[in-house]
């Protein structure tokens, strides 16, 4: 693992994703390594391509640029983060994001977390009240789909735990449930573990299906074989994502939570 600093000029960049006015991202690269992740895609930088989860750069600076831009720009909703982990291993020495929450709440700005990682429980005496949302993403409880597709993330029982704090906190929380790979995490089993979860902690859930990139389908190939890449290529062909976008919202009433795509 290969760990640098580097400094930014600025910090806050305008977002299109739904709901996110703004984006913060205080690294370059993920610690997680997640296979089915599409940031190289998004990225386009050879190092990231050849090596996802192997090089994380750290944006030293990014709290200083941050002070800077909310200063000059109107409030909105910032997303923390979008193309990596804000609160990934390397955060635990550097602490870039705490400052980061601290300077977004004190210029009036909102802001909604998506991670996979317990970390964020440190800074839970700042995530609180009415401008925060807290989102974790749950592909799958079984042990052996973490153990294939985010084999350096933390548990499925690790975010569950740090989902169920904010909950008691009275902290607004969602699920992102994706990406939802056919065969391997589209079973009943799977979308009733996330929809009772979401249940039990008030929780909105998200959904959306995985999503080809030539970078990410490459990475797919050499973890799970030729063989089983087509077969996810294939289902994805035949439109398998209506089949299970009705199963979710089938359950989803049955079990009372509200659900919605992720990019609608």
């Given at each position: 693992?290969?760990y640098?600093?580097?400094?930014?000029?600025?910090?806050l960049?305008?977002?299109?994703l739904?709901?996110?006015?703004?984006?913060?991202?205080?690294?370059i690269?993920?610690?997680?390594?997640?296979?089915?992740c599409?940031?190289?895609?998004?990225?386009?930088?050879?190092?990231?391509?050849?090596?996802?989860?192997?090089?994380?750069?750290?944006?030293?600076?990014?709290?200083?640029?941050?002070?800077?831009?909310?200063?000059?720009?109107?409030?909105g909703?910032?997303?923390?983060s979008?193309?990596?982990d804000?609160?990934?291993?390397?955060?635990?020495?550097?602490c870039?994001?705490?400052?980061?929450?601290?300077?977004?709440?004190?210029?009036?700005?909102k802001?909604?977390?998506?991670?996979?990682?317990?970390?964020i429980?440190?800074?839970?005496?700042?995530?609180?009240?009415?401008?925060?949302?807290?989102?974790?993403?749950?592909t799958?409880l079984?042990?052996?789909?973490?153990?294939?597709?985010?084999?350096?993330?933390?548990?499925?029982?690790?975010?569950?735990?740090?989902?169920e704090?904010?909950f008691?906190?009275?902290?607004?929380?969602?699920?992102?449930?994706?990406?939802?790979?056919?065969?391997?995490?589209?079973?009943?089993?799977?979308?009733?573990?996330?929809?009772?979860?979401?249940?039990?902690?008030?929780?909105?859930?998200?959904?959306?299906?995985l999503?080809?990139?030539?970078?990410?389908?490459?990475?797919?190939?050499?973890?799970?074989?030729?063989?089983?890449?087509a077969?996810?290529?294939e289902?994805?062909?035949?439109?398998?994502?209506e089949?299970?976008?009705?199963?979710?919202?089938?359950?989803?009433?049955?079990?009372g939570?509200?659900?919605e795509?992720a990019?609608?």
């Amino acid at each position: 693992m290969t760990y640098s600093k580097v400094r930014c000029t600025s910090a806050l960049s305008k977002s299109s994703l739904p709901g996110l006015d703004y984006t913060v991202n205080p690294y370059i690269g993920c610690e997680h390594g997640c296979i089915y992740c599409y940031v190289p895609d998004v990225l386009k930088r050879q190092e990231f391509a050849d090596s996802w989860g192997e090089k994380v750069y750290a944006k030293e600076n990014v709290h200083e640029a941050l002070a800077g831009q909310v200063r000059r720009l109107r409030s909105g909703v910032v997303g923390l983060s979008t193309v990596t982990d804000a609160y990934q291993p390397y955060e635990r020495k550097l602490c870039l994001v705490r400052r980061v929450i601290e300077t977004l709440l004190a210029n009036g700005f909102k802001i909604s977390f998506q991670t996979k990682s317990g970390l964020i429980l440190r800074d839970q005496d700042l995530i609180k009240g009415d401008n925060v949302e807290v989102g974790f993403t749950i592909t799958s409880l079984d042990k052996d789909f973490a153990k294939q597709f985010e084999p350096k993330a933390p548990p499925p029982e690790v975010r569950v735990q740090a989902l169920e704090t904010f909950f008691e906190r009275r902290v607004k929380t969602y699920i992102f449930y994706g990406p939802i790979i056919p065969n391997y995490n589209d079973d009943d089993k799977t979308i009733n573990d996330v929809l009772n979860i979401a249940k039990r902690t008030h929780s909105r859930v998200l959904y959306d299906v995985l999503r080809l990139k030539p970078i990410l389908s490459k990475r797919l190939q050499e973890k799970i074989g030729v063989e089983g890449y087509a077969e996810i290529r294939e289902s994805l062909y035949r439109g398998c994502a209506e089949s299970v976008y009705s199963k979710i919202l089938r359950a989803s009433r049955q079990v009372g939570v509200g659900v919605e795509p992720a990019f609608p």
